[in-house]
């Protein structure tokens, strides 16, 4: 059981036998309590270490000199047989008033903000009404009744005085504590109880003219003791006392009955005594409770006054937050719109983006009589703007391509920017011809040249067109206009290409295919076939060029079926290095052996891998075989996209020349695939790294006629004009390899000299021949096949 109980307990007990005890030793035990009671204040303090220890130190105080009263209370009493007034017990008791008054009022601290009147209305209206009562029921006999001598009216005066200041200071207390903790309860209680007592003691002095009160007022006095005691030991008064003190602006409806009541008193008791009392005592006893009743009104209107003052200043301040409200409102909904504008539009371009497509097409398709056309466009080589020339110029590209589009679109349309250099167009309401007019529009503006950073630029556009209607989705409808321009792109760019259903069914197919690439990637499902490059002069096989093969389930796929879904997927980077290192291991032997070099083909996208370099030159080593063994082919789009002119630096064409650079220092040739077939300039052939020139089966010489054989000298006197070695493509006959050596072509390769063969049985053909081939033998031809 905690202290404070113990304490109170005992307390409370002691309390309850104290008023029938005689006067010594009622005085014995209101001494016993009174130390107690200072002692509990104190060990409550050293025990909780509160944060204000001013006004339990100043209550202690006050109980000690309230038990020195005592002590010269019984001393005077047993000495003499009497009491004289005033008595050197008063110092002591008027001490412990005072010290306690003092405590209370240190009880709260004073807010500075607040004016100093205004901390004690409400405890002077509560302290005006106990006066109307005290002065009717315990001054007025006092003074004009009992007729004491001016010793003991002074000393009865002097406390009643007292009490009242306490009155005022314990309501002050109550009204305005900040912290409602036991401690504080125990305290106002213990306060009301001293002032009860008081009224106890001098209300039966003054209609008794005796001590007829001591009794009652003694256990008053001890439960107050009491009270105080069990409040220091209590935890809660660590935080009680020298908190600041709250204001109250709106008063609760309990204490507005209070105060109506007390505003009564005065009035109530002046006319109960003009009707009950003839004549009157005297004139002061109707004149003060009615002085106290103008009191009593006049506090009551400063409070009201303090009330219309925070009741005006709520109201301007509720003004201001309704306008600052207003106009946060306005503030909101103009942030609002600009966010929607921003989540809706493109910050570039100004445009429309992905999410207010999204939005119109939902709601066209809503409209389910109606059809609809889309388009989706990207700009050709807009990767190349940015790379040559750096970002700020392909956004002033952009911006001016937005512009553009803006002009032949119609009003009604949506235009977005999807991102990078992508846009849409959403056509309500139009029919096909509608759609594939603004899509030609599209391209013709387009291809007009843009100036970007005061440079001239020429770009084009692929166009993919849809014509859609509901049940279609948004979703459904974005993916094929995509196939569109995915079909319109792979035409060749510069192309307006409308949906078509084969599309979506082409599109699945590479998907499907894409994924058992990836499958046969790790499970090495594929396989290399060699087809030799053989010297006209002399039949030698100088070279054998590596042939990708895949059997997918069991079947053959043809090259041309999954190698452009390779590069669209990017897998063609790691089946391109597995086909080099294949390859190196696979000619070491004929290498060594017959002097013959490899040929493999490269893709532009594994030129444009970081590494490259690395790993073609770890596939030699790991082979060991050095770079001469080693001939790559380039197509010629590739190579003419590195070497067409002069390019800023750090641009993919520099990258790929210096890669080229590089393997070249090693020893590794390099050769122009399909020469011929792709552009017409051949300037490039003066700046880029090539050494071999691969005739396209085009220009390979059939029927003998003179247009034919004028390409095919043409393409060997360049080539040997520049010292580059040539090899003919597609050679199936005997007169196509005649008529190459009477036009001093070097090397040539085809199926009249070998099919493509695997490793194994080419092995067999080179071992047989001696590395000699000077034409496809019957069994080599059944061989092959």
Same mark, same amino acid.
């Given at each position: 059981?905690?202290?404070? *109980? ?9 309390v ?22 200072? /002692? ?5 303090? *050293?025990?909780?270490?509160p ?9 202690a105080a006050?109980?000690?000199?309230? /038990?020195?009263?005592a ?8 000495l003499?047989g ?42 002077g ?5 106990v006066a ?6 315990? @001054? ?58 008081? /009224? @106890? ?6 209609w008794?003219g ?11 006095y ?8 069990t ?8 935080g ?31 006319i ?18 009615l002085?106290t ?30 306008v600052?409200l ?13 966010l ?18 999204q ?15 889309l388009?989706?466009?990207d700009?050709d ?16 590209l952009l ?10 679109v119609?009003v ?16 309500e ?11 030609r ?13 005061? *440079?001239?630029?020429?770009v084009? !556009?692929s ?5 859609f209607?509901?049940?279609t ?7 094929n ?12 760019k ?5 949906y078509?259903?084969?599309?979506a ?6 998907l ?15 396989? /290399? ?7 006209l ?22 090259p ?8 669209q997927?990017?897998?063609i980077?790691p ?17 060594? *052996? ?6 493999? %083909?490269?893709?532009?996208?594994q ?7 690395q790993t073609v030159?770890?596939a ?8 001469a ?5 380039i ?5 003419v996209?590195?070497?067409s002119?002069p ?17 070249r ?54 080539g %040997? ?5 040539s ?6 006959t ?8 009477q ?6 390769q085809?199926?009249?000299?070998s ?26 031809? !059944?061989?092959?096949?």
């Open positions: 059981m905690a202290a404070w *109980r113990w304490y109170a307990a005992l307390g409370l007990g002691a309850a036998v104290g008023g029938f005890l005689p006067v010594m030793a009622r005085q014995g035990l209101y001494t016993l309590v009174g130390v107690a009671a200072a /002692v509990a204040v104190s060990a409550g303090v *050293r025990r909780h270490r944060a204000e220890r001013r006004s339990w130190n100043l209550f006050a109980l000690w000199c309230s /038990v020195g009263a002590a010269l209370y019984a001393f005077q009493l047993v003499m009497r009491l004289t007034f005033p008595a050197w017990k008063d110092v002591p008791f008027l001490a412990s008033y005072l010290l306690m008054a003092l405590g209370t009022l240190g009880w709260v601290r004073p807010d500075p903000a607040r004016p100093r009147a205004e901390r004690f209305i409400d405890s209206i509560v302290a005006s009404g109307a009562l005290s002065w009717t029921f315990v @001054v007025h006999p006092l003074v004009f009744e009992r007729r004491l001598d001016a010793g003991h009216l002074a000393s009865h005066l002097t406390y009643i005085t007292i009490d009242l200041i306490l009155v005022v200071l314990t309501a002050r207390m109550i009204f305005t504590a900040a912290v409602r903790s036991p401690a504080h309860t125990l305290v106002s209680l213990a306060l009301a109880t001293v002032i009860t007592g008081d /009224v @106890v003691y001098y209300t039966a002095v003054a008794t005796g001590t007829s009160g001591d009794s009652l007022s003694t256990v008053l001890l439960c107050a003791y009491t009270l105080i005691g409040a220091a030991l209590h935890p809660s008064m660590a009680a006392a020298g908190r600041p003190e709250r204001s109250q602006h709106v008063i609760p409806r309990h204490r507005v009955h209070v105060y109506s009541v007390l505003a009564l008193v005065g009035p109530a008791v002046a109960t005594m003009l009707l009950a009392a003839r004549p009157l005592p005297s004139r002061w006893w109707v004149i003060v409770p002085a009743s103008v009191v009593t009104s006049v506090l009551l209107i400063a409070r009201l006054s303090q009330l219309v003052r925070f009741a005006n200043r709520r109201v301007l301040e509720l003004d201001a937050h309704a600052a207003g106009e946060a409102l306005r503030e909101q909904d103009t942030l609002r719109q600009q929607t504008h921003r989540a809706l539009h493109d910050a570039l371009t100004g445009l429309g983006n992905r999410a207010l497509l939005e119109r097409l939902e709601h066209a398709l809503t409209r389910t009589s109606a059809a609809h056309g388009l989706l466009l700009l080589g807009f990767k190349d703007v940015n790379d040559s020339y750096g970002h700020p110029a392909g956004d002033a911006i001016e391509v937005a512009v553009r589009l803006v002009g032949v119609r009604s349309d949506t235009l977005v920017r999807l991102g990078g250099d992508e846009f849409a167009v959403l056509m309401d139009a029919d096909a011809e509608q759609v594939a007019a603004a899509g529009r599209i391209i013709d503006e387009l291809g007009r040249p843009v100036t970007a950073h005061e *440079r001239e630029l020429t084009t !556009a166009v993919g067109s849809l014509l209607a509901a049940p989705t948004p979703s459904e409808a974005l993916r206009a995509d196939l569109a321009l995915y079909a319109a792109k792979a035409a060749g510069n192309q307006l290409a409308a078509e259903e084969r599309l069914s082409e599109r699945s197919e590479h499907r295919i894409a994924a058992d690439l990836r499958r046969a990637i790790a499970a090495e499902e594929f396989a /290399v076939n060699y087809q030799p490059v053989v010297d002069a002399t039949g030698r096989v100088t070279a054998v060029e590596a042939l990708l093969r895949w059997n997918r389930d069991g079947v053959a796929v043809p041309l079926d999954f190698i452009p879904v390779a590069e997927y990017g897998l980077v089946i391109g290095t597995w086909v080099l290192r294949r390859a190196c291991r696979d000619v070491r032997t004929w290498y060594e *052996r017959f002097g013959i070099a490899v040929t493999v %083909n490269v893709s532009g996208r030129l444009r891998e970081a590494g490259f370099a030159i770890g030699l080593r790991d082979a060991g075989l050095p770079g063994a080693l001939i790559m082919e197509t010629e789009t590739v190579l996209s590195a070497g002119g390019h800023p630096a750090g641009s993919g064409a520099d990258d790929v020349t210096a890669l080229l650079t590089r393997l220092a090693e020893g590794v040739r390099v050769a122009v695939d399909d020469f011929g077939t792709g552009y017409s300039s051949l300037a490039y052939l003066r700046h880029l790294p090539v050494d071999i020139l691969k005739i396209d089966r085009a220009f390979t010489p059939g029927g003998g006629m003179a247009e034919e054989l004028a390409f095919t000298r043409a393409i060997v006197e360049l %040997n004009s520049l010292r580059l070695s090899i003919a493509e597609a050679v199936e005997p007169e196509q390899a005649e008529r190459l050596r036009l001093d072509c070097p090397q040539a085809g199926f009249h000299f099919r493509p063969l695997p490793a194994a049985d080419l092995d067999e053909v080179l071992t047989a021949s001696g590395g000699v081939l000077r034409g496809a033998t019957p069994s080599a031809a !059944a061989g092959a096949a």
